[in-house]
């Protein structure tokens, strides 16, 4: 009998497990459908829609002219902030102390000096991107990474007033190359370039889901090492989808952005803070948090000081480090999720975990995360690495050159390379349009090849063995280089930082 009991009643514990777990995970959907289709309602003034900051913050800009008697550049904003209350959605303008009264914070956007010292506390993104680009040209960066709608809401900054605007010393004048650039740009988006499509779309989401399947049946038949590398591929997979959806703009990137926590672990929050910065100010020296990579890698000859003896063989180990790199930012993302109180990621990134532990087994899963770790790693700093370092501080170079300068395209070998680099092979293209779905990236690719020849900038194009032995050969120079007195640390205080982790 009690054989006959037990018998009857052990598989009742995993089945139950089974279940809660795909609860959990509905739950998790469930709500982050219902928390994005209210983004998506208050970004398009849906029914009971709350008022969009950026909208309020406009509006509020319009009543103080009108107070003033004054038309909205000619308010200037002096001594002016905007305060913004994240329950209401609402943002008011206050007179700031004397004692708290600060220099004038001004950027130049498509040709226009605006004043975003009143506005600096309301970015949604965070204050560091304003202060990177006080007195500098941040056209490039807004278009980049903002859609059509907030562009035109960005009219009604007010401007800065002429004793605050920089020198030609300062802020140059843009070069030629820069404005054919953006009359490309305006080509491209009036062309429909940046609109996504279903098939695109479809075929992305398929391969994750068809890698997933042949990890999970490589599992149960008992072929770990199949499942892990299958694990490693899909988790590259999804990584590379929740980047699109980081990046993209429309309602269908909104309502997806929450991917990235569910099927990859990612924190969106945490990515976009870290992976943006880097896309604006590529290889700069102090700021591109991917360089930060010492003492585990060394990408230039560090000072006596900040050396490490382990840099005479980093091109021997260097696929260690870069094998960690998942693994690292899992942690960071669950800290970024719980130390800012981001309830809804932290909700998805424990549906994740909880479905990846119902379903692998622990041999399964940490080879994968790091064989993850180093597939990825690989496949984007073979691009940047290599390539030109800017050790003199931001926007020396412009926009345009800077990005062909500090960005390496790779030709693929064969289609399973292809679909592992996620379009990442076409770095070029990503980091001039990152909105731009990557399935447009190669047809893309022949347009900025032509543009780069007619403005006699180089187009850095190679295999993807020969770019991968370029970085190994490059960390082996670096490697048996001597120690510069001169040689700077990869992370500079003086820059404003990203967010705490």
């Known amino acids: 009998v009690i054989g ?77 902030d905007f305060v913004c209350d994240d329950d209401t959605a609402t943002c008011e303008v206050k007179t700031v102390p004397k004692k708290k009264q600060r220099d004038r914070l001004v950027c130049r956007i498509d040709d226009r000096w605006v004043d975003l010292t009143g506005w600096r506390n309301a970015h949604p993104a965070g204050t560091h991107w304003i202060d990177l680009y006080d007195k500098a040209d941040a056209t490039e960066v807004m278009h980049g990474f903002h859609s059509g709608e907030a562009m ?59 890698t997933m399947a042949a990890a999970i049946f490589a599992a149960k038949s008992g072929n770990f090492v199949l499942s892990a590398v299958m694990l490693a591929v899909s ?106 109180k981001l309830n809804g990621e932290l909700f998805r990134l424990a549906a994740h975990y909880a479905i990846w532990a119902m379903i692998f087994p622990v041999k399964v899963l940490l080879p994968a995360v790091f064989l993850s770790g180093l597939l990825t790693a690989t496949i984007v700093t073979v691009s940047h690495i290599s390539e030109d370092l800017f050790f003199d501080g931001p926007h020396k170079v412009d926009y345009v050159e800077a990005q062909l300068r500090s960005t390496r395209d790779f030709k693929c070998s064969n ?41 006699n900038i180089e187009y850095r194009l190679d295999g993807d063995w020969q770019v991968l032995r370029r970085t190994i050969n490059n960390l082996q120079s670096i490697a048996k280089a001597d120690p510069n007195p001169n040689g700077p640390p990869s992370r500079d205080d003086s820059y404003p930082t990203l967010p705490a982790i």
């Open 415 to 455: 289609p399973v390379f292809e679909y592992l680099s996620g379009g990442m092979n076409y770095q070029i293209e990503h980091h001039l349009f990152p909105i731009m779905p990557r399935y447009k990236y190669p047809a893309l690719q022949k347009v900025l090849q032509k543009f780069a020849a007619e403005h």
């Open 152 to 210: 035109k809401m960005l009219s009604r900054l007010p401007a800065a007033r002429p004793e605050d605007v920089p020198s030609e010393e300062v802020c140059p004048t843009p070069t030629k190359a820069t404005y054919a650039f953006r009359e490309l740009r305006t080509k491209l988006e009036e062309e429909g370039w940046f609109k996504r499509n279903a098939v695109g779309e479809a075929g992305h989401l398929l391969g994750w889901c068809g």
């Open 4 to 80: 006959g009991y037990a018998t009857s009643h052990q598989p009742q514990f995993p089945k139950m497990v089974r279940r809660l777990t795909l609860l959990l995970a509905f739950a998790a959907f469930s709500g982050h459908a219902y928390q994005r289709a209210g983004v998506v309602m208050r970004a398009t003034n849906g029914p009971n829609a709350k008022t969009n900051r950026f909208r309020n913050l406009a509006s509020s800009v319009r009543r103080l002219a009108v107070s003033t008697g004054a038309s909205v550049d000619e308010v200037g904003l002096v001594n002016k």
């Open 235 to 340: 988790n590259t997979g999804a990584g590379w989808i929740a980047h699109d959806y980081t990046h993209g703009r429309g309602k269908w990137c909104s309502f997806m952005r929450g991917f990235g926590e569910l099927c990859g672990g990612m924190s969106t929050t945490w990515w976009s803070d870290k992976h943006n910065l880097h896309h604006a100010l590529t290889n700069v020296v102090g700021i591109d948090e991917d360089l930060m990579v010492d003492p585990a890698l060394f990408l230039w000859q560090p000072s006596p000081e900040n050396d490490n003896w382990l840099r005479k063989i980093q091109h021997w180990y260097w696929a260690l480090p870069y094998s960690m790199l998942f693994a690292i930012w899992r942690i960071d993302s669950v800290k970024v999720a719980m130390n800012r």
